[in-house]
């Protein structure tokens, strides 16, 4: 069965500094590979997605992320972070076995002036 | 509308009620799915249906909690004699065909409150 680990839970970090935001998942299939984030008061939406091909993923707002099929890691970066960013960001991974889409516990991302 | 839609979007209930949650998937979405979001737990899955075959139900965490969609469409998350632990945002979601690839497209939640 498949599972996500993000290893932080809260991610404090000042204005402009970048940012990775960490996951780990597991999967004895081929996977797909997702980031959603949840603005205060919002519903989720995605960010990025990874199916195949390039391991680099560019999403919206400036974020990419790094499939790493040795690490079996899916770190979410950002080289400058805004104000706008804080939200929390879910992790997630489908498989061609499961079908459904299981999410990580989240990261809560606190973007300080 | 254009998005999924939940309802109630809050529900305050008594310990050992029974209360029933709806959604309504984007239209033509073949794929729904349930989650709980309780804080420190992230997105918890509990029910997953596609199209016509038989629902993967095996996140939901006793039986208390079950859940049906009519006509592959409208879905129906019941909890029966609700505890406070049950207390949380459940947030219901909608896909084109279920696969694996597909982004989730989610609706705003029910957040549901056990006194």
């Known amino acids: 069965a498949q599972s996500v680990t993000q290893l932080d839970s809260q991610v404090p970090v000042f204005e402009e500094a970048p940012v990775e935001l960490r996951c780990n998942y597991s999967?004895?299939?081929?996977?797909?590979l997702f980031w959603y984030v949840q603005y205060p008061n919002q519903g989720l939406q995605l960010l990025l997605k990874?199916?195949?091909?390039?391991?680099l993923v560019k999403g919206i707002n400036g974020f990419e992320a790094e499939f790493n099929k040795s690490q079996t890691s899916f770190h979410l970066r950002k080289p400058s972070v805004h104000i706008s960013d804080t939200a929390e960001y879910f992790c997630?991974?489908?498989?061609?076995?499961?079908?459904?889409?299981?999410f990580g516990a989240g990261t809560r991302l606190f973007v300080k002036a | 509308g254009a998005g999924v839609s939940q309802s109630p979007s809050n529900k305050v209930t008594e310990k050992g009620k029974d209360v029933e949650l709806r959604c309504d998937p984007i239209?033509?979405?073949?794929?729904l799915y349930w989650y709980r979001q309780s804080l420190g737990q992230g997105l918890e899955f509990l029910i997953y249906?596609?199209?016509?075959?038989?629902?993967?139900k095996s996140g939901l965490p006793s039986d208390r909690f079950s859940a049906e969609r009519t006509g592959g469409s409208v879905s129906t998350l019941t909890i029966q004699r609700t505890q406070q632990e049950d207390s949380a945002v459940y947030l219901c979601?909608?896909?084109?065909?279920?696969?694996?690839?597909?982004?989730?497209?989610f609706g705003s939640g029910t957040q549901l409150s056990v006194l």
């Open positions: 979601a909608s896909s084109l065909s279920g696969a694996p690839n597909e982004k989730l497209f």
């Open positions: 999967s004895s299939v081929s996977v797909y």
């Open positions: 990874y199916l195949s091909g390039s391991t």
């Open positions: 997630a991974v489908s498989d061609e076995a499961g079908f459904k889409t299981i």
């Open positions: 239209s033509g979405h073949t794929a």
């Open positions: 249906f596609q199209g016509n075959s038989a629902p993967d």
